[in-house]
Every structure is written in C-alpha cells, then in structure tokens.
C-alpha cells in the first residue's frame, strides 16, 4: 500500500472544509431570499388594495361629478327632507300644499235694519260654494359654518296660492296692496345661530305670540282656526295678536332643561306720529289694510301701530307643554272708529297702546289623547270718555281642543272658542243706536252684548306620512253686537260679516253727471250664525 504525501492529504482537507462552508453559505442566502420574496409580496398586496381604494373613491366622484368633470357644489343628503349639503352647509327645500272645497254660509240673510223702509243684508248671504288655497307656500333655508360652532342662518319662504291668482286684495270690505305670493311674502330672515346660547335674527316672522301656541290649535289653516277668536280683538278678518311681523328682530333661545324663551322687537319706522302713513320701507298700513281701504279716509287710521314688542317662555318636558306670551302695539290708530261733527275724519284722541297677554297648557295622555287649552286678555289703554266704544279690551278669551288618535293613519279633533264681553262697541250697521256723549261727541254702545262662541271639528286621514284628506266643520255663534267670522288668520277664503252692498266710492255719473258718492258699502251685520263644511287635501315637503 502507497502512502499520500502530507501534503497531499492537506490540500484534501481543506478543499473538503471548503466546500462544507460554500454549502452553508447558499443555505443562508436561500432562507434570506425567500424571506425577502414573502415581504415583496406582502408589500404588492398592500399597494393593490391602495390602488383599488383610489379607484372606488375616483368611480364616486366621477358619478357624482357634473358634465365636465368638475367637483359638485350641492350633494344630496340621505333622509326625507330635500336636503343639500354644501361645502360647510346645507341648504334644504320645503312646502306644503294645501286646497280646500268649502260650502259656508254668512247666516245673515232676513236680517233687517232700522232704516226706513227697514233693509237686509244685499247679495248671496246664504251658502255658497269655493275653492280655498290655505297656508299653501314653498321656501328655502340653510345654514353655512362662519366660524367653529357658529352658522350664518337664512330662510326665503313665498305663498303660493294654487286656486287664485297673485294680487293685491281688493274687495267691498278690505283693500290691501300687499302681494302675498310675491317672493319672500312670508317668513324670511337671515342672522346667526349656535346650539348652546341661541339664535338671533332680522327679517319678517310669526310673532312668539302666535308661533307659541300654534301647536294647539288642530285646526290650522281650516275654517274653524282658533284664531277666528283668539287674538282677534274686533272680531273682523284681521288678527292683531297672531300675526307676521315685518321689519323685526328676534331671539330664539335653545332649550334649558325644559325650558325657552323667544322675544322680538319691530321698530315703528313711521315718519308720523300718530302712525297714519304707511311705515317706512312698507308697501301697506301695519296691522294689514291700504290707506283708505273699506271707504274709509285715505290714511292708516284703521288700526294701523307703531313699534312692536312680542315675547314668550315656554316649558316642554315629556307629555306637557306650557307657554306664557305677551305682545304689545304703541300707539295704535283707530281714529276712523269716532267719525264725529268735531272731528269727520276720526277723532285724533282714539290713538292707545293695545296689549295681549296669553297662558296656554297642552297635555298627551297615554291613550293617544291630546288635550290644549288656552285663555287670553286683551287691553287698548283710552281716555275714560272713549270707553264706551272700546271693543278691543277683552278680559276673557277661551279655547279648548282634544284631539283622539283613532288609528296609526286617522285622528278626530273638536274644539270650542269663547269670547268675553267688552266695556264699548263702536256698532255696526244693524246693530241698535249709539249713545252720544253731549261734551264730547263721542259715540258707542256701552257694556254690549258682543260675546260669541265657536264650535269645529275634524277628521284628518293620513295617506302616507306627507300627505293627508281631511273633512271640518265650524260653526260660529255671534251675539247681536258680535260679528266674528270663519276662516280669519290668513285663509285664501273668509266668509265674514259683509254683504255684497257697493263700496262707497266717488262716482263722476252720480246726481245726473254732476259727480258724487255712489255705493253705501261695507256693511257689516252682527249677529250672524255663520256655518261651514270644507273638504281638502294637504302635502308637505
């Protein structure tokens, strides 16, 4: 047997020990690569859900996006109401839509005057059919972040009426030269608001007087309205305490436990000062009426005021609810009511501030019973010598309504309004002879019976939860100086006192060509029973 060499055997060793080392080296390199190929990829499958996240967000905005590509300014809110949002705002669109069938009767006809021969009451005084747009309006409000947790607020609110053109009003009885479905003919205002101290705003709105018991009143809008009696000092198609109030600023404050307050003021803005011209910036006479409307001189002397006040606390916690309101009218003109031999254009003493103050309590019952009741006082402070023909100070005004859920689609409602005597009354035409003061020459009936109350019901249907049918029924039963009316407070229809008689007006053809006053109109007959059944249609957006 040969021997190697030593140095034979070396070189083997180490070529052995060599190839062990290479083979353990690839062993690493192989774990480090296939490490590395697991982290690339993680890596890819992370970039292709990137990727694809970007490709769902550009589909959307390429649906959203208008012709042209570019980024939308409005985008729709999800809910029922038309809501858009904007880029730090909404802006939503609302309306209800409101038409009425009625048949109502004046229940004046036989009547007779004291004339010689004795007259009645000219026209159909009877009943007669119409259709009635009521509260029908469409609007536009929003809100747009001003600073962190303050909004610019804003509201353009238009009557619209569907059975009857837009116009001024132009009857026997009332001429008025406001368009009320002009654009912005209602509530509408622009200010600020936060959720925690309020909201303050400028513009024209329902005063708190008449905003804090509306919810009270099942009949809104119908001819059995509570305000045919509440609010309504005269009893005349006006209502002084439950109405807009133009030219106003007001507070609405948030809730306090329970507990809201609102206040507004409306400045006079009347450049004279017993308040007969039309305010400044005004197109009619506050309180409603033109200058010579109803053949009266031509001047705001028919209840026209200055400045306004109205305010309200409320409390809201669970079933009840609870208000008290105040409102208040400086310098009201009534001066056309006191046409005497010193004074044929109206005595310029019969200027007094009028007043209302009102408490109302609602309360739902566990068996779906709604149950709302109110009492009111009316003030006009006078001199004592004109007491005898105020009918505007009331100490005793009522309401009560109960409303009964009968199913989820269906609910029945009645109501009964009452309104209290008064110290003075002014007359009508057919109501008894005034007494005459010697000294002053002032004229009136004292402590008349001029109560009346007012009876209603309805039945409302539910089709889906905007729209709704419903059918009413109202009755008004006036004493002999009374003259309250159905439908006052802002209905396309009133059926009131009036009959159809001319409008006293200068006729150039009268007395053979030699000019004068032709027509002996309005006239008002108190004492009605007046009546009505009306069937309608309601939608709200």
């Not at 996006?65 to 985008?75: C, D, E, Q, Y």
């Not at 005597?421 to 000294?439: E, F, I, L, R, Y």
């Not at 009136?444 to 409302?460: C, E, I, R, S, V």
Request: glycine fraction near 12%; include cysteine; charged fraction near 20%.
């Amino acid at each position: 047997m040969r021997f190697r060499s030593p140095l034979v055997i070396a070189g083997a060793v180490a070529i052995a020990l060599a190839g062990a080392a290479r083979a353990d080296d690839a062993s690493d390199l192989k774990a480090k690569f296939e490490e590395l190929q697991k982290q690339m990829e993680s890596l890819k499958s992370q970039l292709d859900q990137v990727n694809a996240q970007l490709q769902k967000q550009k589909e959307e905005q390429a649906k959203a996006a208008p012709a042209g590509g570019a980024v939308p300014f409005l985008k729709k809110k999800e809910g029922d109401p038309v809501t858009f949002i904007t880029p730090g705002g909404e802006i939503t669109l609302y309306g209800q839509l409101d038409v009425s069938l009625d048949d109502t009767t004046k229940g004046i006809a036989g009547m007779k005057d004291s004339n010689t021969p004795p007259q009645s009451p000219v026209g159909r005084v009877g009943w007669m059919l119409g259709l009635s747009t009521n509260f029908t309006y469409v609007g536009v409000r929003g809100f747009q972040k001003v600073i962190p947790d303050l909004n610019f607020v804003y509201q353009l609110e238009t009557q619209v009426d569907l059975t009857a053109t837009a116009g001024t009003v132009n009857t026997n009885s009332n001429n008025d030269t406001i368009v009320k479905g002009g654009l912005t003919s209602r509530n509408s205002f622009i200010g600020f608001a936060n959720k925690d101290w309020g909201a303050f705003k400028v513009g024209k709105t329902d005063a708190p007087y008449k905003t804090s018991t509306a919810r009270m009143d099942p009949f809104n809008g119908m001819i059995g309205t509570y305000s045919i009696i509440l609010g309504n000092t005269g009893g005349d198609n006006r209502v002084e305490f439950g109405t807009r109030l133009d030219k106003a600023v007001w507070y609405e404050s948030p809730k306090w436990e329970g507990v809201s307050f609102n206040a507004l003021w409306s400045p006079s803005q009347n450049r004279s000062t017993d308040n007969s011209n039309i305010a400044s910036g005004e197109s009619s006479c506050a309180g409603g009426n033109a200058p010579g409307s109803g053949a009266l001189a031509p001047a705001c002397n028919d209840g026209s005021w200055g400045t306004a006040y109205s305010a309200n606390v409320a409390y809201e916690q669970g079933p009840i609810y609870g208000t008290i309101a105040y409102e208040r009218h400086s310098d009201v003109n009534r001066s056309s009511d006191q046409p005497t031999a010193a004074f044929p254009q109206g005595d310029p003493r019969d200027i007094g501030d009028e007043w209302a103050v009102k408490v109302g309590v609602q309360y739902k019952f566990p068996t779906e019973t709604t149950v709302s009741a109110l009492w009111e006082k009316t003030r006009r402070s006078l001199p004592s010598f004109l007491e005898i023909q105020n009918e505007r100070t009331r100490d005793n005004a009522t309401w009560l309504a109960v409303t009964q859920k009968l199913t989820d689609k269906d609910n029945v409602s009645v109501g009964w309004a009452h309104a209290g005597g008064t110290p003075g009354d002014p007359g009508q035409h057919n109501t008894p002879g005034a007494v005459v003061d010697p000294v002053t020459g002032v004229f009136g009936n004292p402590h008349p019976d001029n109560q009346a109350n007012m009876f209603t019901a309805a039945l409302k249907h539910n089709l889906n939860k905007s729209t709704l049918v419903y059918f009413d029924w109202a009755l008004t039963l006036n004493h002999p100086f009374a003259h309250y009316d159905l439908g006052a407070g802002g209905r396309g229809l009133t059926t009131d006192c009036h009959d159809a008689s001319q409008l006293a007006a200068f006729d150039p053809t009268a007395n053979g060509g030699a000019g004068g006053v032709s027509g002996n109109g309005p006239r008002c007959w108190a004492g009605g029973r007046l009546q009505g059944f009306s069937v309608g249609m309601n939608y709200k957006f």
